[in-house]
C-alpha cells in the first residue's frame, strides 16, 4: 500500500478528475485580519502558498463535508484554501513547495487524549519484560540475563527495576504472582517489575523487607497489599501500596530523561501525533516538557492535566491553590497548556487487581458472587466537593473511571457542578469507560461530559478474556468499551492511547475502534453491539479529542484559518479495507506548518527505524496458548 509522496517545486497539474469544493467553481481561502482579503490572494501582497499538497484525498474531519483533492498551506502555517487541484494551482508558486499525495489521505493530526509520554521515555531507561506473556522458567530467564548486565545494576543492594511487566500475562493462565517465584533467582539485589498498567507492582522478597512490608503492615489509603492465607504479603502490590516501594527506587539523572522523552516524541510524530494531554502530571513531568522547549525538541503541542493527590482530593481548596502555584511556575513555557486536573476514582478492573469500582460485584471465576466490588479512591462527597470549586474557576477535570461505579460516581460529581454554576463549557472527561451501566450512558451528552476511550483495548485478547469474562460474566462482558451506545446517546467520543501502558499504535488503535479486532488479536469483540463507524474513529482521535483539551478552534479539523497540523498518509484511510488501516504509515507530519517529520528526509528514515509500532496489547509472535497512576512522581 505504500505510496510515497512527490514534492516538486513546479505548478499543479490541472484537471484531476473526482474534484470536489466546498462551494462549487470556487476556492475556499481563509480570511486573515477583520477586513482584510482572503490570505494567498494578490491583495494580501503574497499570492503563493509555502505549501500545496494535491492528487491527495483531503478528509477535514468537518461534519458534513466530502473528501476534497488539494489543500494549502500559508507561509503562517495556517490552512489557506482547500478544494480541486484544478483551483489551487493558482497558490502555487515558484517558491511554494507542492507535494503530490499520490491518492494518500491529508487529514489532522492526531491528538492523543490520554498519554504519557515521560513515562514512556522513561520507562526506556530500564530492562523490559517488553508486555510478553510469559511461564514463571521464561521470566526468571529474562531477569537473570538483566542481573548479569552491569548496566542494570549490582550486588547485593543495587536495584533491578523492569519496565513493561504484563500483570495478566503469567502463563499458564491463573498463575498468580508471589514472591517467592523471584526469591529464586541467585541474588541479593531488590527485585521491582512495574506492571504495564500502571497499577500493579511485583516485588520480591527483599524489596518488601527494604520497604518495610510485613503481615502487620496495614493497606495505605486507596492501595492494597496482597496477603496470602496466613495474612503475609506475597509480593504483588496494587494501586497507591506501589508507592511503599516505589519511594526508595534511585532516580534517573534529569538530562536521560529529558533525551529519552525527545526520543519517545519524536516517535509519536513518525505515526502522526501533533498532540497530546499528558494525562498525569507534576512538576517533574513539567521540568522535562520545560527543557524539552527551552531546546527546541518539543515538536508537539502539549496539554497536561496535574494530579491531584488524596489529601488534595479531601481539601479541595488545597488542592487548587496547587493547581494554581503550578500554573503560575509554568505560564512562560509557551508550548505547554496547563488547564486541566487529574483525579483517579478507581483503579483497574483485570484479575488480580479488581481495583476497579463496580455497582455489581465480581464473581469469584466459576461464575459466583464474590461479595468484592472494588474500590473508590476518593469519597464520592469529597469528588463532588472538588468539581463544584474547580468548575468554577474554570479547570477541567480529567477522571480515571473505570468501573461503572467509579463511572457514576464522576458524573454524579460533574451534575453537583452543573447544578452549582450551570454550563460553563469546561469539558469534564472520564477516561477509559471499560463498563459503563446503561441508565448513565445518556447523562454524558447532557453534562457535556467527554467520553474518552482508549479502543485498541477493545478485542479479544488475555486482558478481556482470561482476565475479565471470569470475573465479570457475560453480560457485562457483552458491554465492554461502550463507544457505539456512548455515541448513539449524543457523548463526544475522544480517543487517546495510554501509551506507554500499551506500545503506541495509532492506526491500529483507530482500526480497532471500527471492527473490535484490530491486527494479533485472538478475533473481535462484540463489533455488533459497539464498533463504531469509520468517519466516527477518525474525528475522536482528531476533533473529538481536540475538542476535549479545549483547543479545537485552533486544530483537530483542517478548516480554513486554522493551524495546519497535518498528516500525510501513505494510503486512503477513508476507502480502504478497515484491517488495512493498521499498517497506515505517516509520510509527514506537519505542526503549525512546520515539517516535525518527513518520511523521505534521511532524518525522517532514521526516526522511523527508532520507531516500535504496536498493533497488539501482546507483542507480535508471543503465543499465549503454548499499564497509570504509577507514572506520576508527585508525593
Known sequence: MEQNPSRRRVLLSAGAAGAVALVPGTV????????????????????????????????????????????????????????????????????TEVVDARRGTVMSGIVDGHAHPVAAGAATLHPSLGYRELTVPRLRELLSGFLADPAHGREPDG???VADWNPVGLLPAGTVPHHRFLD??????????????????????????????????????????????DGAATGLLKEEAQHLVHRLLPDHPFEKVVAATALALEQAAVQGVTGFL?????????????????????????????????????????????????????????????????????????YPARTAALLEPYLDGAGQPSGHRGQLQ???????????????????????????????????????ARRAGGRRDNRHTITHLQLVHPGDLRRFA??????????????????????????????????????????????????????PIDPLGVWNQIRTAIDREGADSDGPLHPEREGIRRVSALRMHTAGAARQLRADRRTGTLAL??????????????????????????????????????AGTAAGRAARARTPVATARRPVGIDRHSACGGCSRKG
Open 28 to 95: 475556499n481561502a481563509a480570511p486573515s485580519a477583520a477586513g482584510s482579503p482572503p490570505a494567498g490572494t494578490a491583495a494580501a501582497g503574497r499570492r503563493s502558498a509555502a505549501l500545496v499538497i494535491h492528487n491527495a484525498r483531503v478528509f477535514t474531519g468537518v461534519r458534513g463535508e466530502r473528501v476534497r483533492e488539494a489543500l494549502a498551506v500559508g507561509r503562517d502555517g495556517r490552512v489557506v484554501a482547500i478544494g480541486s487541484d484544478r483551483e489551487l494551482r493558482r497558490y502555487a508558486g515558484r517558491d
Open 159 to 161: 536495584w533491578l527495576i
Open 184 to 229: 529464586a533467582l541467585a541474588t541479593r539485589r531488590p527485585i521491582v517489575l512495574l506492571g504495564t498498567d500502571g497499577h500493579n507492582s511485583w516485588v520480591n522478597g527483599r524489596a518488601l523487607e527494604l520497604a518495610g512490608i510485613t503481615a502487620t503492615t496495614p493497606d495505605p489509603p486507596g492501595g492494597q497489599i496482597e496477603r496470602d492465607a
Open 278 to 350: 499528558d494525562a498525569s502530571a507534576d512538576e517533574w513531568h513539567l521540568d522535562v516538557y520545560a527543557e524539552l522547549d527551552r531546546t527546541g525538541r518539543l515538536p508537539q503541542r502539549v496539554a497536561a492535566a496535574l494530579r491531584l493527590d488524596a489529601h488534595e482530593i479531601q481539601e479541595p481548596g488545597e488542592g487548587l491553590a496547587w493547581l494554581r502555584r503550578t500554573r503560575r511556575r509554568y505560564a512562560d513555557v509557551p508550548g505547554l497548556d496547563l488547564r486541566t486536573a487529574k483525579v483517579f476514582v478507581d483503579g483497574v478492573m483485570e
Open 378 to 416: 476518593l469519597d464520592p462527597a469529597d469528588f463532588a466537593r472538588l468539581a463544584v470549586l474547580l468548575d468554577a474557576e474554570g479547570w477541567q477535570i480529567h477522571a480515571h473511571a473505570i468501573g461503572d461505579r467509579a463511572v457514576r460516581v464522576a458524573l454524579d460529581g460533574y451534575e453537583a
Open 446 to 499: 447532557r453534562l457535556g461530559v467527554v467520553a474518552s476511550m482508549q479502543l485498541q483495548w477493545a478485542m479479544r485478547d488475555a486482558w478481556t478474556m482470561d482476565a475479565l469474562l471470569p470475573y465479570i460474566g457475560p453480560e457485562r462482558h457483552r458491554r465492554l468499551y461502550p463507544a457505539r451506545s456512548l455515541e448513539r446517546h449524543g457523548a463526544l467520543l475522544a480517543g487517546g492511547s495510554d501509551w
Open 561 to 598: 484559518g486554522r493551524a495546519a497540523d497535518l498528516v500525510l498518509l501513505d494510503r486512503d484511510v477513508t476507502r480502504i479495507p478497515v484491517p488495512e488501516i493498521s499498517g497506515t504509515e505517516v509520510q509527514l507530519t506537519l505542526v503549525g506548518g512546520v515539517p516535525v517529520y518527513e
